[in-house]
């Protein structure tokens, strides 16, 4: 669970609820389901127009990703990295392959492969830095559906703004429809703005984020194999792939006594 994905939205709404009703405003005055409807539909309705369906689809999808999110244990994976590092150093880089089966991440485990059956590092690079491009630019689709959307919200507020205001003129001698008209006009500019700048927007900006912890994570990998492939020195290789994590401290040195122990 993202505390700061749901705390910072619970943050904002209450914010701008407690204000308006200190303010002397209620929640029942910016409670209108047809401001909701034109522009959650209008807006929903322009990304579709935008975007093929299988983009939408996996943006709808990648919700969850913003509020609930289990990322790949750079840690682990480091630690993964420098065992492997370790036993080709002993035992040789075919000695791997009976350590592929253990290996859950299908990226990890193709460059493993191909350093197994000897290909030359430079061709691992070259290959699997091609499905690294390649998967980042299919993933970068997703933000850029809910950027469009943060753009459109709030041109579709205001085409309720003004269907609003059409009903106003329409019902001038009603001062009842007059009132519901202006409520409408107003508070589908609301929603439209709100959808933005509360939700489309943080969200994509989340995502991208997500997105590059990943990306950074399978380029250690990459980066880890190659130099088990070079023969570099477990703990130089260790030393290399830390800078690849976020806030990473290196683990301390044991004492002799701890090592002879």
Do not use: W
Not at 105 to 121: H, I, N, R, W
């Amino acid at each position: 669970m993202d505390i700061a994905s749901i705390g910072g939205i619970a943050l904002a709404i209450i914010g701008i609820l407690a204000g308006m009703m200190i303010e002397g405003g209620s929640i029942a005055q910016i409670t209108q389901p047809t401001a909701a409807m034109i522009v959650i539909g209008g807006t929903a309705g322009a990304v579709m127009l935008q975007f093929p369906l299988h983009i939408f689809v996996a943006a709808l999808k990648a919700v969850g990703k913003v509020f609930l999110h289990k990322g790949a244990d750079g840690e682990a994976t480091l630690r993964q990295l420098v065992d492997f590092a370790n036993k080709a150093r002993k035992s040789g880089i075919v000695s791997l392959d009976a350590d592929l089966a253990s290996v859950s991440d299908p990226f990890l485990k193709q460059a493993l492969m191909l350093a197994v059956d000897g290909t030359e590092p430079s061709e691992v690079r070259k290959i699997m830095q091609l499905e690294l491009d390649n998967k980042s630019e299919i993933e970068e689709k997703v933000p850029a559906v809910f950027e469009a959307a943060g753009g459109y919200s709030p041109t579709v507020g205001i085409i309720g703004a003004v269907l609003g205001l059409i009903q106003v003129m329409k019902n001038l001698a009603n001062i009842d429809e007059v009132g519901r008209g202006i409520a409408t006009a107003f508070v589908a500019t609301i929603y439209g703005v709100a959808v933005a700048n509360l939700i489309c927007l943080p969200a994509a900006g989340k995502l991208k984020f997500r997105h590059r912890e990943e990306q950074m994570i399978k380029e250690m990998m990459l980066e880890g194999v190659i130099s088990i492939l070079e023969g570099m020195n477990p703990r130089m290789i260790e030393t290399k792939l830390r800078t690849y994590l976020f806030d990473s401290k290196p683990e301390p040195a044991k004492k002799p006594e701890e090592v002879a122990a």
